[in-house]
Structure formats: C-alpha cells, structure tokens
C-alpha cells in the first residue's frame, strides 16, 4: 500500500490566509471630552445606560456582527469600572466571539496621546478598526474592508477609509452648532480637505480650499450630509503618523485636517467609504443620546432594541402600546404611560402617575400623582408624590423629593438627594462629586439636603434650533450650569465642546498628572509648539523667541508649566527633523539645545534654590514628549547629558527627578533603561565630594 500524502502542508496555506484577513478593533472608551459631565465625573461615559443599555454594549455588538476577532478597549478615566464591566460581560465568556479580548489602561489625555501610546505597545499587527466606545452601528462593512484592501495593495500611501453614513443634511443626530464638511474625489473614493463650519446665527458658512484641490482635480464634491460615527480603517500607518506629529490630538479636526494638509509632505491618502443602507450614529453629545434613545424605541435601529436584550439578565419585551417592559413592575390604579417608553425590572409606580417618552431603569421608585415627561431615569432613582420632571436626567441612585419641580434641560448626578418642594431650573447641573470643585466658581445655598450647589460662571455657546419648541429638543437649550467645574459644558451646548480636553490630573484611577498639570491651555500649547518651531526652523535669535512666547503667555495667562511643555515639543520636533534630514541624534540634541539654550533657562527659575521644581518638570516634559519614540531610551539619555552639561539643568535638578514618582510611573518607566548609567555616575560624583569634604574637615 502506498504511504498516505501528508495532510498538514495542505491546510497551512488556508489558516495563514485565514489570519492575515482578520481584524482587530481598537476601542476608545474614553472619548477625551466633558459633553457628559457631571455624570462622566463619576462613571465613564461609555457605561452611561442608552435605553437602559451601557453604551459599550452597541459598540461591542456592532464589531461582533462585523466580524472582528481581536478586541483591544482603551480606557482612559475610570478605567477600573470599564475592567470591572468588562470582567463580568458575556463578551469574556467561553461564548464570546472574540478570539482576544484585551484591556489597555493608559493616562492619555487625549487621543492623540492614546494613539501615540498604542503604537507605541506595537500590538497591532495589521489593518485595523478605530472606533469610538459610543457608537450604534448596523451598518454592514465588508464592502469597505473589501475596497479598503485592493486599495491598500494597488498603493501601501492608502493610509485609511472612513465610513461614513449619507443622512441628508438635517438628520437629528448630527452635529448643529457645527457641521462637518467633506470635500471628495468622487472618482476615486478620496477624501482631499475636512473643515467644520459652525452654524451661529448671523455667522457666514464658508469653507476654506487650497488652490491645488481645484486644479488637480477636475471633480469634486462638497457634502456636509454625511453622519461620521468615527469608523475608520486603518493601516499601522496611521499610528505612525500619530507618534511623528505630537500635534495630533483628536481624530479629525488635528489628525485628518493635518495629514490632508500635508500631504505633498508625507504622500498619504485618505478615502471614504460612504454606506447608505443600516443605522450609524454616534452618541457624541447629549442631543444625539436623546435622538438615538428614540430611534432605538422606534425601531430604526434593529435588531439593536431594547427587546433584544444583548446584556445577560434583560427580560425587555416590547408591547402594542409601543412601550418596552421588564418582568416585575409594579403600577398604581389610574396609572398612564403615553408615547414610546422603556421600563425596568422591579420598577414601583404609584397612583395617578403619567410617564410619557421616557425611560425610566430597574428598581426606580416613583411616588403617586408624579408626572414624567420626556425623561430619562437611570436605576434606582426615587421620585416623591406630585413631583413634575420634564425633559430632564436623574442618575442612578438620586433621591427627588416630594411636590418637586424639575424644569427641562436639569441634568441630576449620581446619589444626589433633593429636599420636598424644591424647584430645580433647567439651568442646573447638580452632583455631589468633588471632582466638581473649582476655585473660581461660587458657592451659594442649595436644596441638595446637606450638599451645595455652584453655579457655572461661564456660559456656553448654544445651538441654534429652528425648532427649539419640539419637545425632543427641549432638554438641550440651557445656557449655565450648576456643576463646579467651569469646564462643564450645557446640555445645548455640549456640542461646542468639541475639541478634546487635556485636564485629567483627578482620574479616579491610573494617574500620573500632577496638579500643576490641571487645567491647560490647548490653544495655548498649540499655537505657542508652532510659533517656537517656527523660530528654530528660521534660525531665529533666540531672544526674538522668547520676546514673542513672554507676549504670547502674558495674553492668554499661561502658567511655567505650560510654557515649558511648549518649548520641550518644539525642541524635540525640531530635533526629529534635523534626524531625518541625517543629523545624528546626539548631535541634532546639541545643536538645538546650545543654541538655544537661553530660550530654556526663561523657563526655569529654580537656579537659587534648594529645591528644583522647575527642572524636575523640564525633565518630565521630556519624558512625556518621546515616550512614542521609537529612540526614547537614547534621547533620554542624550537630552539629560546636553542639559547637564550646559548647565540648564543642575546635577541637583537630575538627582531630584530621577526618583520623583512621576518619573517612574507606567509607561514613564520604561524609557529611563539607559539613562540609570548616567545618574549612577551622577550620585557616585557626589559621594566622591561629600567623602572629600569630610577629610578636609577632619584635616
């Protein structure tokens, strides 16, 4: 008998095929911006419930239907609540359709930092999906992937595809205090310039093109009826691009716009894939959550209904009347529910209430003669007899008291107690986090029971609705709020917060920010990086930088902080391009740093102290800046040795950073390999003198 063929050479070829076709998504869970607060102080908001549903949820059933194997959640705040979901989720059970599943826990403060860390962990092997933690997708997308591919093959500079859903140019959960602008080569699926317009009253819409887009290309398009979900495709390039301009910070408006713009510099592409079939939509504002709520009541967006139950335990059924309901709720006589409304397990209503278009969570409590209207309560919320709550939300565990008055547009947080008869105006933003607190705003009496209340000096800009009267819409027009934080953005207004903070000092957990570090200017670091880079770039006199960096803090109030944070980017841009023009790194490091030395010793006013804070936080900027280097631990090194030996930073300032907790915390520690060396020479030197000093003495 003839000896068998062998069996495994046949199926190698296949798997291998099989892998190198998989996905991997990268998850966002923080998106890096304060529309949420003041529930995002204590819960991230993609744990925040949509129809009684935690955010996330969409998300992970959405890449779950498209196909993807390797998950990887990026977590920003509150990162041990996103672990502590996720560990319990269907999603890390035997079942799970996910081959890997892998939290990443980061102190990025905005994405563009998440996006240079995530590169630099070198995980991602292959294209991949960068999506947001608040998506509701059943947009199918192998279309995409499939044009996105022969692409990618046909030209390795086709970076990225952007799915994008055509909506027409009012749809109710897009942007309106500004909208998105997309000028595209209809020809060939590219996308040449990304502006947004905001749409303020009396404001001219215009977008702003380069010459060139027209000459080279005899088509174009200008549409601004897409709804963008932040659904890309992408090569590891991109995360490249991310870690060579530290610049970037968010996805479209730094990330996209720049790359556009530069691309006779760096020759990459960018193209979109517009889908007209399936629901896409992005909770990215507290507008959108009230829209996507009701379609997901209405049905737009199945299968992803309530009565879909995708969490483990949700027994949601829908009825005729329109309404979704849990097993155990208990209703009084005369009780009404009016509209599309969702209610949850083990939720008591009293007598003569009226719930209309409102979700109400598990276990609420609500009180006889009560009127609901337009609401949103979370688990756990109590509401006492002949209280009025319209157009407002009450977190989970918040105790409304009885004959209360909740006015449209209130956002009450988490556990927050409100005393009987008390008016709550739509202006008000109420939570008992101390996360809340800042110094500039005014403490006043509030009916909170024992709490108090602030009232937000600043007012936001609001959005200009046409038909502000809708009742949909009602829950979005305040102009203050009643949270502490000045950051805090109105319900109406959240939209135009649009651009990421940078101010996480007071995460709940996996911190390295010091308080000196709260609160920074973006503008200011921004615009203050490129004016400095300009100067190096020219060869200017290095007081002619430091003339127009003093004019330009004095302006805008920059603290020390933040002007050496600039100067450290610009120098280190600088740096990176003389090494790319072939300038060896330690050479690249002196030439810049002696130079321009006088611009650093503005920075530090330590030189006459004991202690040297000043250098202690040049030195961390320096770490922060190239943690994404590819270099790091050399530049370290070399930028140490450069400042030592021209004396900006003193052998004191070295030793006191070396041990400074920040200096070694996360991925902080992990560029510092090399420079131990140095700092060993450092600290025998100064025995060597001390040792030295005490046989004088004794002499």
């Not at 001219?204 to 000459?215: A, K, N, Q, V």
């Not at 590891?236 to 530290?246: H, I, Q, R």
């Not at 030395?597 to 530090?604: A, I, K, M, N, T």
Request: with cysteine; charged share 30%; glycine share 6%.
């Amino acid at each position: 008998m003839p000896p068998k063929p062998p069996k495994a050479k046949a199926k190698v070829k296949p798997k291998e095929e099989h892998r190198e076709d998989s996905m991997q998504a990268v998850v966002l869970a923080d998106s890096y911006e304060t529309r949420f607060r003041p529930f995002s102080l204590e819960r991230p908001k993609c744990l925040l419930p949509l129809a009684n549903t935690p955010l996330i949820e969409y998300t992970l059933e959405f890449l779950a239907h498209v196909g993807v194997e390797d998950i990887f959640i990026y977590c920003g705040a509150h990162s041990d609540q996103v672990e502590e979901y996720v560990n319990t989720s269907k999603w890390t059970l035997p079942t799970t359709p996910f081959k890997n599943f892998l939290l990443l826990k980061s102190d990025a403060t905005s994405t563009g930092d998440a996006m240079r860390d995530l590169d630099n962990r070198d995980l991602i092997k292959g294209d991949f999906l960068l999506v947001s933690g608040d998506i509701v997708s059943t947009m199918a997308i192998e279309p995409a992937l499939a044009h996105h591919r022969a692409r990618r093959d046909k030209d390795k500079n086709a970076i990225m595809t952007m799915i994008l859903r055509e909506a027409g140019v009012h749809h109710r959960a897009k942007f309106t205090s500004h909208k998105p602008v997309f000028v595209l080569d209809p020809t060939r699926d590219r996308c040449l310039h990304y502006e947004e317009i905001r749409s303020s009253a009396g404001q001219t819409r215009h977008i702003t093109l380069e010459p060139d887009i027209m000459s080279r290309h005899p088509e174009i398009e200008v549409r601004e009826d897409l709804i963008d979900c932040h659904i890309d495709i992408c090569t590891p390039d991109v995360l490249g691009l991310w870690s060579d301009n530290f610049d970037y910070q968010s996805i479209r408006t730094s990330f996209l716009f720049g790359v556009l713009k530069d691309y006779e510099l760096n020759g990459k592409t960018i193209h979109t894939h517009i889908v007209t079939d399936g629901y896409a939509a992005r909770v990215r504002s507290l507008k959108a959550y009230d829209a996507i709520s009701k379609d997901l009541t209405g049905r737009w967006t199945y299968p992803l209904c309530p009565d879909s139950n995708h969490v483990p335990g949700h027994q949601y059924r829908y009825h005729k009347n329109g309404t979704y309901q849990e097993n155990g709720i208990t209703t009084g006589k005369s009780f009404q529910v009016k509209g599309r409304c969702v209610l949850g397990q083990g939720t008591a209503i009293g007598e003569g209430v009226t719930v209309s278009e409102s979700f109400l969570g598990r276990k609420c409590q609500v009180g006889n003669d009560a009127l609901i209207e337009a609401s949103y309560l979370w688990d756990s919320v109590v509401v006492g007899d002949n209280t009025i709550i319209r157009h407002a939300i009450i977190a989970q565990g918040a105790v409304i008291g009885k004959g209360c008055t909740i006015e449209s547009g209130a956002m009450i947080s988490y556990d927050v107690r409100i005393s009987d008869n008390t008016t709550i105006s739509g202006s008000k933003k109420i939570t008992r986090s101390s996360l809340a607190n800042n110094a500039i705003a005014r403490r006043t009496k509030s009916p909170i029971g024992d709490e108090e209340s602030q009232n937000d000096e600043n007012t936001s800009d609001s959005d200009d609705h046409s038909d502000a009267s809708n009742a949909s819409d009602r829950i979005f027009l305040n102009s203050q709020a009643s949270v502490s934080d000045v950051s805090v953005s109105t319900l109406q207004s959240d939209e135009s917060d649009y651009e990421q903070i940078e101010d996480r000092s007071r995460r709940a957990s996996f911190v390295s920010q010091t308080s000196d570090e709260a609160t920074p200017n973006k503008d200011f670091h921004g615009e203050a990086t490129a004016s400095i880079l300009d100067g190096l770039q020219k060869d200017d006199r290095p007081e002619n930088i430091n003339l127009e960096l003093t004019a330009f803090r004095m302006t805008v109030n920059a603290s020390q902080h933040e002007i050496r944070r600039a100067v450290v980017a610009a120098f280190m841009k600088r740096i990176a391009s003389l090494e790319a023009g072939g300038t060896g790194t330690r050479e690249a490091i002196h030439r810049v740093f002696s130079r321009y030395r006088l611009v650093v010793e503005r920075s530090l006013f330590d030189k006459e102290t004991r202690e040297k804070p000043d250098q202690v936080d040049f030195m961390l900027c320096v770490q922060r800046e190239i943690l994404s280097r590819g270099n790091a631990e050399s530049l370290l090194l070399s930028v140490a040795k450069e400042a030592y030996d021209l004396e900006l930073i003193e052998e004191d300032g070295i030793l006191q950073w070396w041990p400074d907790i920040r200096s070694r915390h996360g991925n902080m520690a992990s560029i510092r390999g090399l420079t131990e060396q140095f700092i060993t020479f450092l600290q025998e030197a100064e025995e060597d003198d001390d040792e030295s000093e005490g046989d004088e003495d004794d002499a």
